[in-house]
């Protein structure tokens, strides 16, 4: 078990390889990218910009993977939310197959790296299921099928006993399938991704807050706690935990809840019987619910909730997802239960920004940030290396801010409260 200080007991911490050598950054120092934010996309962003020849600093307030990174699902589901004629309405002609591209393309990226350097994460690509809650669902499940399968992924759907064969109940009787998809083990991931970037030549500080960021003479000043970091570029990869730091980029985006918990371990024969062909899970619900196995027998399944510590509403959400998609698996089965913030943007696509020349900023992969997190950190390393703007695979956009962001936090509380009725309201009567 590693020494992982959070705020919540997750199943990843108490199975996860141990975490890389870190120290808090100290003194007065400087490199050629500082980047803020030890997650996937940070750390991906380190690796490829070492591997370059550049001198890097991955700063963290916590230490590495302490972030979503570290506590997802794990899922690898390379699609996004909306459909793709949606994503050229909102990104036009140029920008709009570039990101269907991206995202289509994202688990192999995962899986290439994970082979590449051989990553230690449990790694597995057996499908993932997206089940449709009720009936009234399934003609938006068809419409995705179709159009993300003219674009070239591999997706199909399945239904009645087969789709309750490789489920392990009745939790869904339609739902489709993506081949590329697949699961691992998210801290570890995470950590092998630090191990690979410190490797590299990169230096990664844990317990090193960045306070704020200003312009010195020609290069850019960071303060933490301990030390001042000077630079030429600064990539802030914060996400859901994005904080005041850079002036605006925390009213981009909701960070929302997500809570989740996996049993206890099953015995061999209850635990083949369940996805017995290793697909992970997820839903249309609007309070979605996810799924997956781990490698050591257990189940795990979340959805959105209101704590990171997943306490209260959020354990009997748990409780009635578990009574919904795997029955067989009582309150008393369940052993850990934990949360996380994901980043939720206006138009739910990942965005890049340049506020000023030299500040990057890549977040908002709106619960996908395994494959796209992944994704986003090679693109921001090439915005460093010097790619233009123009030929970027993600558009380089002005922040497209929350109003009343504040009060986010009543604003998700009721939303969350009323699409919930709705959804059951829906299950009720299909
Ligand atoms: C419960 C849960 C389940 C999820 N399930 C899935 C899933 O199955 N599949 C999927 O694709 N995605 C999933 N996600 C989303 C996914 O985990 C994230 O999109 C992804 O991990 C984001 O990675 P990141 O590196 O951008 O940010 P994070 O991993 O959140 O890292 C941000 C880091 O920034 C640091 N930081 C913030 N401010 C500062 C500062 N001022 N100074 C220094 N450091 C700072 C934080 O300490 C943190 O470590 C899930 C998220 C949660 C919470």
Redesign the pocket.
Known sequence: MSNFRQNHQSLWQHTAINPPKTETLEGSVQFDVTI????????RTALELTKKGLSVAV????E??????????????PLAHAQPNEIIDQLGPVFGPRMLDNYINSADEVFNIIEQYDLKCDAQRNGWLRGAHSRIAIPHLEKMAKNWSDLGLDIDSVEGNELHHLLGSEGYSYATRVKSGGSLH?LSY?RELARVALENGAKIYRD????EVIKKGSSWQLT?NTAVVNSDWVVF???????D?LKGLKETIIPL????AATRPLSDEEYSHVLPEGH?ISDTRRVIY?GRKDNRNRILL?SLGTSELCVGSDRDRIHKAFEAVFPQFKPQDLEFF??????HTKDVLPHLHEPAPGILAG?G?N???????TV?GRILSERVLGKKQQDMSIPTTPYNKFHFHRFYQVGVTITTKYFEARDALEVKFS
């Open positions: 803020v934010g030890a997650g996937i996309t940070g750390l700063l963290d307030k916590h590495p993977g302490w972030g979503a990174s570290g506590r997802s699902g794990g899922q690898i589901n998210p995470t090193s807050e960045v306070t933490t990869c914060t996400n859901g935990y994005t904080d730091s809840i997500s809570v989740q992970t996810y979340g934990w949360g996380g913030r994901i980043a977040l992969c619960g996908r940030g395994i494959a796209m997190g986003m």
